[in-house]
């Protein structure tokens, strides 16, 4: 069982920056890999990054390439989301999750989510 929560989330100018972190519980955080998504309203949640269990790859949107970096630290069940130069578009609720897959791409691989931060950008 692992147990995810987020912060960092907050109301940030466009071309700001803000940094999310989920803290997990749970012995074997460092065998899933740790993914965030996001769900703005009246759309699909959508993926935004991955940092794989298997040998540290990291996976990116096409939308936040360049822009955001995903990190973690195995030793304190943490996960991070550095998300420099936002855009109003980039509104949305921020979902940190768990997977066993490697690649973390799929929402339907995830088994654990937070409850999610809330993430504005404004014009």
């Known amino acids: 069982q692992v147990q995810l929560v987020e912060s960092g989330g907050g109301l940030v100018q466009a071309g700001g920056s803000l940094r999310l972190s989920c803290a997990a519980s749970g012995r074997t955080f460092s065998s899933y890999t740790m993914g965030w998504f996001r769900q703005a309203p009246g759309k699909e949640r959508e993926f935004v990054a991955a940092?794989?269990?298997?040998?540290?790859?990291?996976y990116y949107a096409d939308s936040v390439k360049g822009r955001f970096t995903i990190s973690r630290d195995n030793a304190k069940n943490l996960v991070f989301l550095q998300m420099n130069s936002l855009k109003p578009e980039d509104t949305a609720v921020y979902y940190c999750?768990?997977?066993?897959?490697?690649?973390?791409?799929?929402?339907?691989?995830?088994?654990?989510w937070g409850q999610g931060t809330q993430v504005t950008v404004s014009s």
């Open positions: 940092f794989s269990w298997s040998g540290g790859i990291t």
């Open positions: 999750g768990a997977t066993p897959f490697a690649d973390g791409l799929q929402f339907v691989g995830y088994h654990y």
